[in-house]
């Protein structure tokens, strides 16, 4: 029966880093749509040939939606590797299951 319940909880956590996972990609999406609108993307300079912000774009929109992106983009790996952990941990018990 122990092994019943670390095989449910490892699977609840796999579970919930995955609903995690998701949630940040949704995020980023939002972001990613409010650089769409704005006509701009990670890497478009934000200043004209003059040098002068470009008044064609909210830049604090855009320089916010960049920030979080980037952020975001680095939960997404870390929460990759959280998750890849617990597959990992997962098969394990399943492995360990079947053997006893």
Excluded: C, W, Y
């Excluded at 880093?17 to 990609?25: F, G, P, R, V, Y």
């Amino acid at each position: 029966m122990g092994h019943e319940v670390n095989q449910s909880t490892a699977a609840a956590t796999a579970r919930e880093l995955m609903t995690q996972k998701d949630a940040i990609e949704n995020k980023i999406k939002e972001f990613e749509q409010t650089l769409i609108a704005q006509g701009v993307g990670m890497h478009e300079p934000l200043v004209d040939s003059s040098g002068f912000p470009r008044a064609d774009i909210d830049l604090m929109a855009v320089r916010t939606a960049r920030a979080r992106i980037i952020a975001l983009r680095n939960d997404h790996k870390d929460i990759m590797s959280r998750i890849e952990s617990a597959l990992h941990e997962l098969h394990a018990e399943n492995k360990k299951n079947l053997s006893t």
